[in-house]
């Protein structure tokens, strides 16, 4: 069938994304569990690599196996599809769940009052991240907190003032949470807190937090990307808010690829 063709053609591999992602977990646990991907690859690299083998793939209108994920602007710029996950290797819909170190609200109640309000919906999150191509992430968060005032206003408005005290947030070097972590970091300022924002692994996101090295972040995907090393630290963390709902992952491919499930693929 189309999937024997398709499978051959792209060689049995996935094309993955960083070693230390969620994802890539959650797709070494797809290749164990589906026979139709028994000795299939999984290529991991960088985001930026994926990204490129998929616009290649899309400009020579070939067929390509990604390691996908929601918001990003992938989904925007390309006609894209999941392929079905009968197996629930990859979960189902996630929420980007902001987390604290357990103390912070205590110690930070201004700032934690403001995380419990602080969200996005995923529309406008994607459309962020397209204009992120062209224009810095930091500049993007800038202008979207200079136009959205009257939001941020509500957000901080009952909030005590943070009188110069200092937050870590972490976050991971994804697009999305460098966009939401940056305008974080902005609305956190105007109520009067110094913010610091690190990039780290995932992994690191929670052993930070659970150590007390850090304060809080908005990059943890749960229940299932991040779901290991949430159930590992969760004594030490405190569940703020779900600031992003209706996220996703699994393997992505072109619209124009004749496959609908992760079944229809072949060993
Ligand atoms: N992602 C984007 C990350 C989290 C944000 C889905 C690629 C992951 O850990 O898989």
Same mark, same amino acid.
């Given at each position: 069938g189309g999937g024997t063709n398709v499978s051959e053609e792209v060689e049995h591999t996935i094309v993955g &994304? !960083?070693?230390? *992602?969620g994802a890539t977990v959650a797709t070494e646990e797809a290749v164990e569990t589906y026979d139709s991907l028994n000795g299939w690859e999984h290529e991991t690299a960088s985001t930026a690599a994926m990204l490129t083998s998929l616009g290649d793939a899309i400009k020579a209108e070939e067929p390509v196996v990604v390691v996908g994920w929601s918001p990003h602007y992938m989904f925007a710029k390309w006609d894209l599809k999941y392929l079905e996950d009968p197996e629930g290797a990859y979960g189902g819909s996630e929420q980007i769940t902001t987390l604290a170190r357990t103390g912070f609200e205590e110690e930070y109640p201004g700032a934690y009052q403001i995380l419990e309000k602080i969200g996005w919906d995923i529309s406008t999150l994607e459309e962020l991240m397209l204009k992120a191509q062209e224009t810095p992430i930091e500049e993007v968060a800038q202008t979207w907190i200079d136009e959205n005032q009257d939001k941020v206003d509500e957000w901080i408005a009952e909030a005590p003032e943070g009188e110069g005290k200092s937050i870590e947030l972490v976050m991971t070097p994804w697009d999305s949470e460098r966009l939401t972590g940056n305008m974080t970091k902005r609305v956190l300022e105007q109520k009067g807190y110094e913010v610091t924002l690190t990039p780290v692994d995932p992994a690191i996101v929670f052993e930070a937090l659970a150590q007390g090295d850090a304060d809080a972040t908005l990059a943890a995907w749960l229940p299932k990307t991040h779901g290991s090393f949430y159930e590992e630290h969760k004594d030490n963390l =405190?569940? =703020?808010? !779900? *600031? &992003?709902?209706g996220a996703k992952i699994g393997l992505a491919v072109p619209e124009y690829m004749d496959i609908e499930s992760i079944e229809d693929l072949e060993p």
């Open positions: &994304i !960083e070693p230390g *992602a =405190v569940k =703020v808010n !779900e *600031a &992003i709902t």
